[in-house]
Nanobody, 127 residues
Framework: VQLQAFGGGLVQAGDSLRLSCAAS????????MYWFRQAPGKEREFVAG???????????DSVKGRFTISRDNAKNTVNIVYLQMNSLRPEDTAVYYC??????????????????WGQGTEVTVSS
């Protein structure tokens, strides 16, 4: 099993980025897929989560209206979760991680039962 996150980079405030995370090695179609982030010196925090369908989508208050999570279940062996980030702010600077869980949570902590984590992709937003 492997979760590979990519798409991070250095951008200016107000710019957009799209992160992707490819989960492979088994079919994660029935798993919730999540994005977390961790800024220097801070705890890892929930950003967004999505269930099997768009009926279950959740965001942290800090990103509502700016970030959009989606997923692609088209392939049985690779499930992809995206995070479209618009109107980026310096406070969005962090390493972003994807994760999967058998459960769908509306506002999980990183200590919950996440089966797998990606390696992280760094996002830096300059002012």
């Amino acid at each position: 099993v492997q979760l590979q996150a990519f798409g991070g980079g250095l951008v200016q405030a107000g710019d957009s980025l799209r992160l992707s995370c490819a989960a492979s090695g088994r079919n994660f179609i029935n798993y919730g897929m999540y994005w977390f982030r961790q800024a220097p010196g801070k705890e890892r925090e929930f950003v967004a989560g999505i269930g099997r369908t768009t009926s279950f989508i959740y965001y942290a208050d800090s990103v509502k209206g700016r970030f959009t999570i989606s997923r692609d279940n088209a392939k049985n062996t690779v499930n992809i979760v995206y995070l479209q980030m618009n109107s980026l702010r310096p406070e969005d600077t962090a390493v972003y991680y994807c994760a999967v869980s058998r459960n769908v949570y509306s506002s999980p902590k990183a200590t919950y039962d996440f089966a797998y984590w990606g390696q992280g992709t760094e996002v830096t937003v300059s002012s």
